[in-house]
C-alpha cells in the first residue's frame, strides 16, 4: 500500500505542530470519511495524526449556551439532553445523516469538515478542480443533478453534503480553532465553509495544521419551533437533494426572528437571508411561507439537471416552516 | 418418526444458516489457501479505441509487486465467451469503459492496488458509441429476434375507439450481490482448482476450460456457499480467467476480488430499455390489440436482448397482438440476465399500460384483468399446466384492502401524503433440467445416513435446505441424517440455479435418486412387506451397509405439451408526500401461485427478496452514465441506490395452493424470478392511484412528482 506515516497526538498541542510542520499530514478523527477517500486514491497524506485521544469531546453550557466538543461523536452529540432539549433542529440534522453506525463513529470536528459528494470528485480517473486544481470540472457539461444552484463558479460546480452543517449555520454557530501558534480563534459559521470561486481546493477557512476544539452554540430561542426537512433519493442513508433548517422565534403570534438554512444547494451551508427578511414581523401563514420560499429561491441559478432543485427548495422550505410551526 | 420426516413444504430455516452467522460459511475468497498472492485488476479510462502504451516501469518496482501483467505479456488464452469474456488482456482493443487493461499481483491486496495507480495507459481514442439516446436512432432489429405476431395488430389497433399509446423507460440495473465476484486461482501441473462463487459450476468449468484449452474435468470449480448472483454469477467472467491467468504468470495461488467500484464494469448489467406499448379495448374492456415494442442496447462484441415483450404474448386474452425488439450496439459493458431479465422490466410496460386502459375506460384495474384472463397460452396454442392469476388477485385484493381504493386518484390521505394503491399481474416459466444425482447411503443397524451429490448451487436462497428436505421425506429419514454436498464440479452435472429452474431440476433429481434407491434395494431381496419397509429394513434385508446409486434426471416427456408458469400478483400501497414528491412503500403484498412450495420459510424469503428490488427498480436503482465518456457516475453505494431499511414498509407474502401434475414430478414450478416481476409496475401504478402522476420513466424519485 501506499506509505503514510501515523502519529497519536497526546495533545491539542503537538497535534496541531504535527501537521503543521508537514504539508503532507491530516488528522484523523473517526476516519469515516478520510479513510474512503484514501482508498479511492482521492486524497493521499503522508501522514496520519490521531486526534481521537484528544480531551475535546465534552458538551457543556457555556455563556447562556452550549459548547460541543470537536471529538464528540455525531451520536453522542445529537442525544445529548442539552442538544435535544435547547437545538433539537441541531438532533434532527445529524440523525438525518448517514447510518447509526456511520454516526458512531463520526465527530463533529470531522463531520463539518467531511468532503464533497461530487461523483467526479471521487472518481480519480476525472477531470476535477478540486482534487487536482486546474484539471478542469467534469461535473460541468455533465451529470450534475446533484450539483449547486447558488454560488457556483466556473471552477466547480460541487455542494456541501454535511446535514449537520446545515443546522449549524441557521443555529448562528461559532467554531474555534487553534493554529501553529497556539492560540484559538473563532470563525462564525457562516463564514467557516468557502464558495469555489477559484480556488475550489479549499472548502473552509481554516489554515493548514489548525484544529477545531469546539462548536460554540450561542442560546437559542428556537428550540419550540425549528425543523430539519431532508429531502433525497431513498428514505434514508443518503444524501439531501435539497434539505432546509427552519427555525423560528414566535411572539404574540408574529414572527419575531427567522432562520433558514439550505443543504444540497450551494459549496456550503446556505443561509436564506432573503427568505428570513421576509419572514420577520409576519404571521406564521402558509402565504407567507410561499412568500419566504419564493424570496430564498430568486437568486437560484440552475444547471442542466438540476432544475428540480428551485421547485423542491421552495417546497421543501414551506414544509419545514409548517413542521417548525406545528402545521402539519 | 413419521413427523419428523414429512418435511417438505415445512417453514424449515435454513440448514446452512448457523455456518453462515458463525462465518464458518466459506465464500470465494475465503478459503484459506497458503502462498497466496493478491491481484488487482486496472480499467481502461476510455470507452472505444486501443491502447497504444503501457508503462508499468513504475509498478513493477512498486512495494510488494510480483507481476505486471498487460495483452503485451499475458497468456495467451481462447476467446470463450462474447458476453463474458471481454477483456482477457489478449489484444490492445478496447470495447467499453473500465475494461481490464493490466493486472497487478503482489503480496497484499493494499500493495497491488497501490501499484494498480501508478500504472500509466496511453490510448488512441476511436469514435464511441456512449450516449444511449443517440444510438436508439440506429437500433436495428437484432438477428435472433422475429416479430411475435397474432392477429392483424395494426387494422385492430387503428380501429379501436380506447387506446393507450405510451412509452416506458428503465434505466441500468446492477445485480450488486451482497458477496462481489472473486476467485482463487490454484495450479497443480494442468490441473486448475477455482474457489470461485457461481451460479453455475458447470458453465465455469466449461468457460475456463475453453479459455485455457483443457478438458473440463481438468478445471475444479469449488463454490459451496454463493453470496447472491442475481444473474451475474452465470458464467465466468474475466475475473475468474484473469485470476487463473494470474496464478499461472506467478506460479502460486493467486486471488482475485473484484472491488465494490469495479462491479459496475466487470460482470454485466442489465441495459436500458424503451418500451412503446399500444393497447386497445372495446367500451366493455376486452382488449382488442396489443403492442409491445422494445428498444434497448447491447454490446458491441455479443447480442443480448432482454425479452421485455414476452409477457405480451401470454398474460392476456387479445385477438392481435405485435410483440418486436429494436437493439443498438453501444460500448458498455455486456448487459446479461437479471432477476426476471425481461419479464421484470417488460411488466412494468406492459402493467402500467393495462392499469392506463383499466383507467381509460374507467374500470376497476382488478376486474379488467380477470375480464381478459387467456383460457391457453396464445402464444403457442398449448394449455396451461396450472395458472393462478384470478385466484393471486382476489386473495391480493383482499389482503391489501383494495375496497378502500379511490378509482379517481389524489381522493385519499394521511396528513401530507397522498396514499395510492396499485396492481399488477406477473408470471416467469417454470422449466426443469437436466440433473444428476448421486445419493450414497450408510446404514449402522437400524440408523441410516444419506449423502445427496450433486453440483448444483446455493445463491443464499435455500438449495441445500430443500435438496435435504426432498432426500429426508422420500428416504423416510429425519433431516439430521442426510448430508447434503453441492457447488463442487466433481459431483454429478446439475442445472444452474438460473432462470428459477433450480428447485425444480434439484428436488425432481434428489427424489428420482432416492425413490430408485428403494427401489433398487428392494430387488435385491426376496423379502415382502405389509407395511412399505423402512431403508434400513431394506438395507438389512439386502445385507447391505453401504449402497450407492445415481440417476440423470430430466423433464417428463409430457411437460412439453403444456405451458407451464408461477404466475403472481403484486399490491401496493404507496404513501407519497404532496410537496417533496418523496414515495414510500408503506405496505406491499405479493401473492404467488408457484406449484408446490418446498420450504414456506425460504419460499417467503425469496418473495419478499423479490419485493425489496422491485421497490428498489421502481423507486431508487439507477446506473447512470455519462453520455460524453461512457463511464458510470453511480460507482458506489452512496450513490447506486438500493432500497435501505426505511425504504421498505410491510410486505405480506400469501401462496395460492397448487398441484400441478404436469410441470414435473413434485409440481414445482419455481420462484426466485417472478418474485420480483409486476412489483415495479404495482408501486408505479399506486403512485398514479396516490397523485394523478404517471411516471413512466424509472426509478420514480421525487423531482419526477413535482
Ligand atoms: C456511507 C456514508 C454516508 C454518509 N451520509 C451522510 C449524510 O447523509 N449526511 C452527512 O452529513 N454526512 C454523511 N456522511 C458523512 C459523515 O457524516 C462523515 O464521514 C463524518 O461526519 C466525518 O467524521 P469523522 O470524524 O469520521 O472524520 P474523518 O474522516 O476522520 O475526517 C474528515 C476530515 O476532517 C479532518 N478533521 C477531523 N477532525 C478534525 C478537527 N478536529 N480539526 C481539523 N480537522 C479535522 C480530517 O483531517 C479529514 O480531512 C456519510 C458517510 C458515509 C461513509
Ligand atoms: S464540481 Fe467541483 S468537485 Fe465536482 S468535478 Fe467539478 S471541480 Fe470537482
Redesign the pocket.
Known sequence: MRPFKFTQAADAGSAVQAVSFNAGA???????????LMKEGV?NPTELVD?TRLN?TQIKSAGGGVSIG??AK?TDTANHPLIRQDYPLLTQA?L????AQ??N???????????TRCSYFYDVAMQCNKREPGTGCAAIGGINRNHAIFGASDKCIAVN?????VALAALDAVVK?RGADGKERSIPFTDFHRLPGDAPEKDNN?QHG????SIELPKSNFASHSYYLKV?DRAS????LVSVAAALELSGGKIKQARIAMGGVAHKPWRATEAEKVLIGKAATEENFKAAADAAMKSAKPLEYNKFKIELGKRAIVLALRRATGKA | MASDTKVIGEAISRIDGLLKVTGAANYGMDWPIRNVAYAFIVKSTIAAGTITDIDTAAAEKSPGVIAVITHKNATKVVAYDPMRGIGILQDNKINFYGQNVAVLVAETFEQARAAARSIKVSYQNADSKTDFEKCVAEAVRPANRNDAVRGDFDAAFNAAEHKVDATYSTPIEHHHPMEPHSAIAVWEGDNLTLYSATQVVGGVQRGVATAFGLKPEQVHIISPHVGGGFGSKGGAWTNVILAAMAAKVVNRPVKLAVTRQNMFNSVGLRQQNRQHLRVAATAEGKLSALGHDTTQFTTTTNEFAESCGILATMMYEVPNSRVGYKSAAMNVIAPTFQRGPGESTGSFALESAIDEMAYALKMDPVEFRIKNEPPKDLSNNKPWSSRATVECLKRGAEMIGWKNRKPEPRQNRNGDNLVGYGVASGSYPSRQSPTSTLLKLARKGDDVTASVELAASDIGTGAHTIIAQTAAETLGLPMSKVAVKIGDSALPPAAGSVGSIGAASFCNSVADACNQAKTELQAKTDRKWLIAPTVAQLMDAASLNEYQTRVDAKAPADAAKYSSHAFNANFSEVWVNELTGMVRVHRHVAVTGAGRIMNAKTARSQVIGGCVWGIGMALTEESIMDPRWGNFITRS??DYHIPANLDVGTIDVAFIPEEDQFVNKLGIKGIGEVGIVGVAAAIANAVFNATGKRVRDLPITPDKLL
Open positions: 491530516k488528522f484523523i478523527a473517526g476516519g469515516s470519511n478520510l479513510l474512503d486524497e486526534i475535546l470537536a471529538l455525531n445529524i438525518a445523516g448517514a447510518s456511520i454516526r463513529m463520526a465527530t463533529n470536528g470531522g463531520n463539518l469538515l467531511q468532503r453534503p454535511s446535514d449537520m452543517s480553532v481554516l489548525e484544529l477545531i476544539t433525497r442513508y443518503a444524501f439531501a | 453505494f452512496a
